[in-house]
């Protein structure tokens, strides 16, 4: 079971967070960026899991500008609700945010963040744009193609499903050309098969990716 708290930008806006910490002396620390269903039921069990493998995992409520508290289900009707929320995104004021949760951890090791979903984009751009950062790891964030001309500032791994009917391929091969450092796997799946409360789940790429990420931050963050 993790704790609430909160969390002031450089703007001085304070959002809420989400921490979860190891039973043990940790091994670094994640930064966790949600889907577009804020730091629901789901994020806050995927902080819990990275606690119990040695992580510190924080969650920031990067939706409290524009919903506070905001938590949603994966209902069609939810799904919907949590979509009209999309157009009002501030990226810049998003990494404003996330900035602040990578300040609040300095003090647990070398910092990673690992995103999902609109999080995998959040997790590409801060690779790029925000110091503190030793590993960026990103799963099917829409908006990481539009954003390949960015040079990552750190090692990153992202992961993409082969059958996602929201991210062609064809991004994926530009992300392919234009940023060889990254590694990149793609998986036998649709779009967020990593989420074990959405039909899209699928367990043996989700393990995979799994097994891929400990990798790949045991390597660069400890």
């Known amino acids: 079971m993790g704790t609430h708290l909160t969390l002031t930008a450089s703007d001085g806006f304070e959002l809420g967070a989400y921490r979860a910490d190891p039973p043990d002396r940790p091994r670094g620390?994640?930064?966790?960026?949600?889907?577009?269903?804020?730091?629901?039921?789901?994020?806050r069990g995927v902080c819990d899991r990275f606690a119990a493998l040695g992580y510190v995992a924080l969650a920031p409520a990067v939706f409290d500008r524009y919903v506070r508290n905001?938590?949603?289900?994966?209902?069609?009707?939810?799904?919907?609700?949590?979509?009209?929320?999309?157009?009002?995104?501030?990226?810049?004021?998003?990494?404003?945010?996330?900035?602040?949760?990578?300040?609040?951890?300095?003090?647990?090791?070398?910092?990673?963040?690992?995103?999902?979903?609109?999080?995998?984009?959040?997790?590409?751009?801060?690779?790029?744009?925000?110091?503190?950062?030793?590993?960026?790891?990103?799963?099917?964030?829409?908006?990481?193609?539009?954003?390949?001309?960015?040079?990552p500032r750190v090692p990153v791994l992202l992961h993409f499903g082969e059958h996602d009917t929201s991210i062609p391929m064809s991004d994926v091969e530009v992300l392919r050309q234009k940023r060889a450092e990254c590694e990149i796997f793609l998986y036998n799946a649709g779009h967020a098969f990593n989420c074990d409360e959405r039909a899209n789940y699928d367990p043996v790429s989700a393990e995979l990716a799994l097994k891929r990420t400990l990798a790949f931050l045991a390597n660069h963050i400890g």
């Open 29 to 43: 620390a994640l930064v966790v960026i949600q889907e577009i269903f804020g730091v629901n039921h789901h994020i």
């Open 70 to 151: 905001f938590a949603s289900g994966y209902s069609p009707a939810e799904v919907e609700e949590a979509r009209k929320i999309i157009p009002r995104i501030d990226w810049g004021a998003m990494l404003r945010d996330t900035a602040a949760a990578i300040a609040a951890l300095q003090d647990t090791g070398k910092v990673g963040i690992i995103g999902y979903c609109m999080g995998g984009t959040v997790a590409f751009l801060a690779a790029g744009k925000l110091d503190g950062l030793s590993a960026a790891v990103g799963y099917y964030g829409g908006q990481t193609a539009k954003n390949a001309d960015l040079v």
